[in-house]
């Protein structure tokens, strides 16, 4: 008769510490999700079609300023140019994980030659300028057009398509 009025207690012990542990709850913090041009920025090595490095280049986020729009600073595009360029925006897609990026210098640039170039998105099937997961896939046309004669440079007007992927 002990031992099963030990066994009870026991199993009755057992019984109360198990339904005693509960799990703390722990407060979740949620995470503060960044804008799509902040996802963005960084520093990227960019390749040539077939995967062969070319350049590395800096892709900042430009805070818009009044009414203007949300802007990237291409750093070494193109291993020869900086410059800044406004991104089509729609507050619709802050949050999204793939977005155009739209590369169009101002006219003309200036590379660190310290010659005149025109540079601007164009679109393909496979290389479409969208961002995603942390891959840019670069379609865009450069020219020298207008400058190549007075500059004295060779004549350029040709389609480039280049990976450029995020380093963390």
């Not at 002990?2 to 510490?17: H, P």
């Amino acid at each position: 008769m002990i031992q099963i009025f030990k066994c009870t207690f026991y199993f009755a012990l057992l019984f109360s510490l198990i339904l005693s542990c509960k799990k703390d709850k722990v407060p979740v913090n949620p995470v503060e999700k960044k804008l799509i041009y902040e996802r963005i920025s960084g520093h990227y090595n960019v390749y040539d079609s077939n995967l062969v490095f070319l350049y590395e280049m800096d892709l900042e986020y430009v805070v818009r300023q009044n009414n203007e729009l949300d802007s990237i600073r291409f750093k070494n595009f193109n291993n020869n140019f900086n410059f800044s360029t406004h991104q089509n925006t729609d507050n619709n897609y802050d949050y999204v994980d793939e977005k155009f990026i739209g590369v169009s210098s101002p006219f003309p640039t200036k590379g660190k030659n310290n010659k005149s170039y025109s540079m601007y998105s164009k679109e393909d099937i496979v290389y479409d300028n969208f961002w995603r997961n942390d891959t840019i896939r670069l379609c865009f046309e450069m020219h020298n057009t207008p400058w190549w004669l007075q500059e004295m440079v060779p004549y350029v007007d040709r389609i480039e398509k280049q990976i450029a992927i995020k380093q963390h």
